[in-house]
């Protein structure tokens, strides 16, 4: 499985940007899709994932300001990123995993993508 990220940018807080992640190769229809993301001095913390049956997770941090959703025909998913806060800075980071269970997104990556920087100007 194949991952290409696409979007980020650089907005002041209350902007909102939105992230996509197109994946291919076999099964690829199948995977759970999702993004981490990373800042310089922090660990790597879930975003939101969402699964073919279009099950979702977010990170606290982003419950109510984001949204995930999956365009099945394109194996595209979307990270509609609003209400954007300073603290959203970081680098968002496209993952993939076989595991359909939501709930164990964060233990089975195996793909990543290459990443795009958000950065939200106070």
């Known amino acids: 499985v194949q991952l290409v990220d696409s979007g980020g940018g650089s907005v002041p807080a209350g902007g909102s940007l939105r992230l996509s992640c197109a994946a291919s190769?076999?099964?690829?229809?199948?995977?759970?899709l999702g993004w981490f993301r990373q800042s310089p001095g922090n660990d790597r913390e879930l975003v939101a994932a969402?699964?073919?049956?279009?099950?979702?997770t977010y990170g606290d941090s982003v419950k109510g300001r984001f949204t995930i959703s999956r365009v099945s025909a394109t194996n595209t998913v979307y990270l509609q990123m609003d209400s954007l806060k300073p603290e959203d800075t970081a680098r968002y980071i496209c993952?993939?995993?076989?595991?359909?269970?939501?709930?164990?997104?964060?233990?089975?990556?195996?793909?990543w993508g290459q990443g795009a920087q958000v950065t939200v100007r106070s």
């Open positions: 190769g076999p099964f690829s229809a199948t995977y759970t």
């Open positions: 969402i699964n073919w049956s279009g099950s979702t």
């Open positions: 993952a993939a995993t076989p595991q359909h269970n939501i709930s164990h997104f964060s233990e089975a990556i195996r793909e």
